[in-house]
Structure formats: C-alpha cells, structure tokens
C-alpha cells in the first residue's frame, strides 16, 4: 500500500504539471481574450499621448479593444511602477522612454521598480534633441557657439524640463566633449516654460526635443536650430545638420519610446505584441503622423533589437549621470 500510494502521489505531481503547462500555453495560444491596457505614466495631452494614443488606434484591427490610462507623477516613476507591479498577462503595457526605463532608475533611490522590472517589446519611434538659440546668440551652428562660450563664460544659459531628464544629460555632455563650457543649467517643469524663455530672450539655449513647434517657430526667425542628436539628419527637417557633422563625433543621443511589459510575461505574449505593432507601424498613415511631429517611426524594431538600445542607452547615461553626481544612493 505504502508504494502504490507513493506511486499515485508521484503520478498526480506529473499530472499537475502537464495541467499547468498546457494552461500556460492555452493563455499565450489564446492571447488577448480580454482588453489591454497601455499605461502612459504622464498627464494626458503630452508627448506620450501623440505617441500611445496612434498605437493603441491600430491595436483594434490588431489585437482587440485596447484603450489608454494616464498615471503621471514623479516623472513617469509612479505609471510605471504600477505596471511592474500588475500581473505578467499580456493585458497590462506600459508605454516606456529613456527617462522611465533608465534615467529614473540610474538617479532615484527608491523609484518602485527596477531596471529589470521590464521586457522590451519594440521600439515605437525615436526622436532628436535639437540644440536651439535665441536669435541674439551669434552662432549659426556648433562650432560657433562653442566658440562664442568659451570667449563669453558664465553668462550663457540653457534650459531643460528639468534636472536628470535626457535634455540635462545631454546639454552637460555638450559642455564637457566641447572642453568644459561655462554655462548655467536653468532646469523648467517642462519644454513648454523654456521654450517660450528662450523665445523672449531670457535664456540662451534650449536642449529640446524636436517637435512641430521648434520648427515653426525657427521658420518664424524667433530661434534659431543649430544642431540634432541623431546620428543622421531628420527625414522631417533635413536641413538641420547633426551634432556629429557639426564637429562632435561623440554627441549622438536618439530618445525613444516603446512598449514594455512586467518581466515574467509569456514570450509568446510578447511575440503576438510585437507582431501586430511591426503590422501597425508598417501603415503610411500612422508614419506620417509621427513623422509630422518630427518623429521618426520604427518599423523594424523586435523584441532583442529594442533591448540592445535600452542597454545601450543606459551605457552611454550612466557615466553622465556619476560625473555630474545625479546617481543614486
């Protein structure tokens, strides 16, 4: 009796584990069965809405009813950790950049989540930072304001959405490759703020990201775009040159944003995700609408390809981040 009742035990075990693996496959087969929520972790009506927003449009045709909800707080932290803490399903994505996925973790002690909280779906679209002055600033491009820096010290500023963004990063990246300028970080609540600052003359320079505004407003005369991050030039305004033709090889910084899911989330779940957003992203419509907010859509990203760039992201971020002493303890 003793060994028939150890031989039963032992049966139900393996019998168990079949159940559960089929389960598991008939969840991932049977993906989605329900809606999908995609978490922007800013306010609505910023940049992640004219990115997220378009997607979660294509996902009707694609995945099924898929919808948005915003949880903004704590530059993106707060959205964010609530994704990392949902169930590795399928039904909850998160809408992630390099500030979310990267800067926020590298500089803040106790974010809510980790940097490897998260799977990497595929990259949406990539974007500059432009490098923009006030007319008043004798410098046409690089070179000149570097010059006009060095000759002019402490009395330039430039302006950001704030400290630890990728803006300030990168502006502070600037000033050490260029030989350690001398110029004032003015950190704003957000773009908007700086941008119209720099309109009316009370700063130098803006670190921006390129958008439809910027250009209006360079067509107008009111400021002046010297240079992009990207290592080629914008397909949505080609005339402005980049950062590496202007004489520094080594300033090459694209922004992104992209889809993620909580770490243990079925890798066919991520597949069928990734899929239907390449489906998505290959529909001229929906390119030309993020092209003509000076985006540049992804139409060849995948799982792997996009985890390389936050990887990447993160190696060129953190040394940065330590010499300007944002890292966190």
């Given at each position: 009796m003793p060994s028939l009742s150890r031989r039963r035990f032992v049966n139900a075990v393996a019998f168990a584990a079949i159940v559960t693996g089929f389960q598991r496959s008939g969840n991932a087969a049977g993906y989605p069965s329900r809606p999908i929520r995609l978490v922007i972790p800013y306010g609505a009506g910023g940049a992640g809405d004219e990115i997220g927003r378009p997607w979660v449009e294509k996902m009707s045709s694609q995945l099924g009813p898929?919808?948005?909800?915003?949880?903004?707080?704590?530059g993106g932290a707060i959205g964010t950790a609530a994704v990392a803490r949902d169930a590795p399903d399928g039904y909850s994505l998160?809408?992630?950049?390099?500030?979310?996925?990267?800067?926020?973790?590298?500089?803040?002690?106790?974010?809510?989540?980790?940097?490897?909280?998260?799977?990497?779906?595929?990259?949406?679209?990539?974007?500059?930072?432009?490098?923009?002055?006030?007319?008043?600033?004798?410098?046409?491009n690089l070179k000149e304001l570097i010059a006009y820096a060095k000759v002019n010290p402490g009395t330039m500023s430039y302006g950001t959405p704030g400290i630890?963004?990728?803006?300030?990063?990168?502006?502070?990246?600037?000033?050490?490759?260029a030989g350690g300028l001398d110029i004032v970080h003015v950190p704003y609540r957000g773009i908007a703020q700086a941008t119209n600052d720099l309109?009316?003359?009370?700063?130098?320079?803006?670190?921006?990201?390129?958008?439809?505004?910027?250009?209006?407003?360079?067509?107008?005369?009111?400021?002046?775009?010297?240079?992009?991050?990207?290592?080629?030039?914008?397909?949505?305004?080609?005339?402005?040159?980049?950062?590496?033709?202007?004489?520094?090889?080594?300033?090459?910084?694209?922004?992104?944003?992209?889809?993620?899911?909580?770490?243990?989330?079925?890798?066919?779940?991520?597949?069928?995700?990734?899929?239907?957003?390449?489906?998505?992203?290959?529909?001229?419509?929906?390119?030309?609408?993020?092209?003509?907010?000076g985006m540049e859509p992804d139409g060849d990203s995948s799982p792997d390809k996009?985890?390389?760039?936050?990887?990447?992201?993160?190696?060129?971020?953190?040394?940065?981040?330590?010499?300007?002493?944002?890292?966190s303890l």
């Open positions: 898929t919808f948005v909800e915003n949880i903004g707080g704590a998160l809408l992630g950049n390099g500030s979310t996925q990267v800067i926020v973790p590298l500089t803040t002690a106790n974010p809510g989540y980790s940097v490897g909280d998260f799977r990497a779906i595929y990259r949406l679209i990539s974007s500059a930072l432009v490098f923009a002055t006030h007319p008043s600033v004798p410098a046409t630890g963004t990728g803006n300030h990063l990168v502006g502070e990246l600037f000033k050490q490759q309109v009316s003359g009370q700063i130098s320079l803006v670190v921006a990201v390129m958008s439809v505004q910027l250009l209006q407003l360079s067509r107008a005369g009111k400021i002046r775009l010297l240079a992009v991050t990207t290592e080629k030039r914008l397909s949505g305004a080609p005339d402005i040159p980049t950062a590496i033709e202007s004489g520094m090889p080594d300033l090459s910084y694209e922004g992104w944003f992209g889809l993620f899911a909580p770490k243990r989330t079925d890798d066919a779940i991520i597949d069928r995700i990734a899929e239907a957003t390449r489906t998505a992203m290959a529909d001229p419509a929906l390119q030309a609408n993020y092209r003509a907010q996009f985890q390389r760039i936050v990887d990447a992201t993160s190696a060129s971020l953190a040394p940065v981040i330590k010499s300007i002493g944002l890292q």
